[in-house]
């Protein structure tokens, strides 16, 4: 089994569409995780951090669910830029730090 | 704030040649930087961690004599792929870890496209 899975999609979502992704982490070691988002041919970039509470950033709402190992990342009002690839990203420290990415989820949004 | 940056962006060598990429971390300190590859149309893949004063470690698989990993100080860490090879050509991204609010966040380099002939 991988330490992070993710369904690799693609998910074509109409605009002002509502779209989830899951990403399910098998280490319960796992300290930190993060969604990231990487545009084609383009490094990934820091979307959000996820925290035990859950943390909203305006239509991006994360969740962390420790009991069930997974994260989600809930897309309200899907625009055309957010058309990317979404990684998700578990950080186990303690000592060293191991990052482990999962594969990234492809979301299109159709007009 | 969290910026890193990669240098060069992009280079093309020829075969059996030697490329250094560098990575800074510009407005922060970073005990531990990542190096990743990122072959065309597939996920990041992890090569080697990289901390400073100590040896980097690297995943399995990955030639620890061919891409040669220095973290020199807390905001610069180099690979240099040694004897490069067309298979060696591949998009280069590091990340250096940062501790905010009591987890470590990566923040990505732009990446190097390198292009082995």
């Known amino acids: 089994r991988k330490e992070v899975e993710q369904d690799p999609g693609p998910f074509n979502v109409p605009e002002g569409a509502t779209v989830a992704f899951n990403c399910t982490y098998s280490?319960?070691?796992?300290?930190?995780f993060f969604w990231y988002r990487q545009d084609c041919r383009k490094e990934p970039k820091l979307l959000m951090s996820v925290y035990s509470s859950g943390n909203e950033d305006g239509r991006f709402t994360a969740q962390l669910n420790r009991a069930s190992q997974y994260i989600s990342l809930l897309i309200r009002d899907s625009k055309l830029s957010d058309s990317a690839t979404y990684l998700c990203?578990?950080?186990?420290?303690?000592?060293?730090?191991?990052?482990?990415f999962g594969i990234g989820t492809k979301l299109q949004v159709i007009p | 704030g969290a910026v890193v940056s990669q240098h060069p962006s992009w280079v093309i060598c020829k075969s059996g040649t030697s490329v250094k990429i560098e990575c800074r971390s510009l407005d922060f300190q970073a005990t531990t930087m990542f190096w990743y590859r990122q072959f065309p149309k597939q996920s990041l893949m992890l090569m080697a961690t990289s901390n400073e004063g100590s040896k980097a470690t690297y995943e399995q698989g990955v030639e620890k004599d061919k891409f040669l990993i220095n973290h020199a100080s807390l905001t610069l860490s180099t690979l240099t792929v040694t004897s490069a090879h067309p298979e060696d050509s591949s998009f280069y991204i590091c990340?250096?870890?940062?501790?905010?609010?009591?987890?470590?966040?990566?923040?990505f380099g732009p990446g190097t496209r390198l292009t082995v002939t």
């Open positions: 280490n319960s070691a796992s300290q930190s």
């Open positions: 990203v578990v950080n186990r420290a303690g000592g060293y730090q191991k990052v482990t």
């Open positions: 990340s250096a870890s940062r501790l905010r609010q009591g987890s470590y966040e990566q923040y």
